[in-house]
């Protein structure tokens, strides 16, 4: 008996194996860059789980991980608007959406961006699929 309730197991974990690598990531949305030009985003999130969080907007370095580039500081739930540089974050939890605003956008902006949610202990969950700016012909 033992030795056929191993190999179930032994079958199911290889089908739960190949089933998880099936799954295809995230897809990305594109969008085109307009240089000079403000570019914003929503990314929505479930308010009773992420309300008294930090929220923050990503970029995909050179190293090949995700960089922090602006992150809400508060995390009583109230609304906040935090702009480091040319980002612009506006975190309203009462309609559970993080804004995220890019100003001027610039060539060099082309990449792959992600909202996220900081959890501790620095657990990270992604809010929406990632976002990948590029240069577009004839613009």
Known sequence: MEVAGGWKSQ????LFLCLTALQEPLEEKEECIVEGQNLTFGCAYNYGKYFNDIKAWQRLGASGHFETLVQTMNKNGEPS??????YLLDD???DAMLKVTIMGLQ???AGLYQCVIYRPPR???TLYRPIRLRTCNGE
Do not use: K
């Not at 608007?81 to 040319?86: A, M």
């Open 107 to 109: 060539r060099q902006d």
């Open 92 to 94: 309203n939890p009462p």
């Open 123 to 125: 657990v990270i969950d």
């Open 81 to 86: 608007c935090i702009q480091v540089g040319r």
């Open 11 to 14: 079958m199911l974990l290889l």
